[in-house]
């Protein structure tokens, strides 16, 4: 029992112990505190701060514009025409034919697309729905490449398996072939390769991916990937691991329309493998959202088609704002890894840093006392890890170029 006061007046009130699997998933993701509670998030506790003193908000992955006319219009004229009502449990054919375009056309992958591409609410769905799928208990482990995007622990630990990281380690932030060969194992049911990667900015070289291939077959696992930057490769182009020999039969590929288009909101997402596993992953998927938002669907299948020009632009406009990120902060005393993919940049604050202060700490004051908000890496590696991640700050260069130069000029002003 707790206390409550009301003026003079005390009362009682009872504490709720509500068990469930969302216990796994809560504790996967770090959020549960130690009385058996529910912390918020340091992303919710963050963007407040920024709210409150008019910060710079880098810290959350969206974009702050609108995407492109075409695929905005194509949306429009869905809903006018009457897309509105459940779409077919797959994906609209319309969605699914342009998904096997666009796969063909950037990576020479041919596609079934009536049994081997199924739409999603999102990449996290996607995710969620393939490893609650293919996951079976406690004696299954999925390798992670740590840090990393945090659903991918809790959907995880709400499936009852094992996450198992493979460190990126500063100043590269690239996985260490002895790291991978270590974690991978016969208990290992899944690798999970988030490339390009969130938070680092990582591109995984040909190297560590075909290790990737080799230790799955070795050890009869699958891979997963996490493809949604793949539009956001600013040093050369994205080359997924399904393309490599040997690898398409056991690889189920994920990305979305959110980031390449700037429609986050939409939350439209596909995932693509031999029929089997998209058989596997669709009893999931089924029973979570059974189907979702018709008329963007056809609206994403346009954007799919674009031309050329239009994804070239978003990887130089990128550059473009990722450089000018990184002026900032070097400007400002910090330390800055150049990602080569993604929205994000990371940065170590070691020089900077306050004596006693880590980088959560950090990140705290920093829209107060800077006018930009950021957030630290510690928020995607697991507990036992977190110290080697203390002094680690992730930007989100994912704004307009106006915002992100306001953002590089408070930093650099704040190291003078």
Known sequence: MTARSSGTRRYAEPVLHISGAWQRAARGAGLLASDGSLAPTIFAEISAAAVRHDAVNLGQGFPDEDGPADVLDAATRAIRDGVNQYSPGRGHPDLLAAVAEHQQRFYGITLDAGREILVTAGATEALSAALLGLLDGPDDEVVVFEPYYDSYAAAIALAGARLVPVPLRWPSLEPDLDDLRRAVGDRTRIILVNDPHNPTGTVFSREVKDEIVRLAHRHDALILTDEVYEHLVMDGRHVPIATLPGAAERTLSISSGGKTFRTTGWKIG?????????????????????????????????????????????????????????????????????????????????????????????????????????????????????????????????????????AARRLAASGR
Not at 282 to 308: C, E, H, M, S, W
Request: hydrophobic fraction near 45%; charged fraction near 20%.
């Open 270 to 406: 596909w995932v693509t493998g031999p029929a089997d596993l998209i058989d596997a992953v669709l009893a999931v998927k089924q029973y979570l959202t059974f189907v979702n938002g018709a008329p963007f669907q056809p609206a994403i299948a346009a954007g799919l088609r674009l031309g050329d020009a239009f994804f070239d632009g978003l990887a130089a406009t990128q550059r473009e704002r990722r450089d000018l990120l990184g002026e900032g902060l070097r400007a400002a005393g910090y330390a800055v890894s150049t990602p080569a993919g993604s929205y994000f940049t990371v940065a170590d604050a070691r020089g900077i840093l306050p004596p006693g202060q880590d980088a959560a700490d950090f990140c705290r004051t920093l829209p107060e006392r800077v006018g930009v908000a950021a957030i630290p890496l510690t928020a995607f590696v697991s507990a036992a890890h977190r110290r080697d991640y203390a002094s680690l700050i992730r930007f989100a260069a994912c704004k307009r170029t106006e915002v992100i130069a306001e």
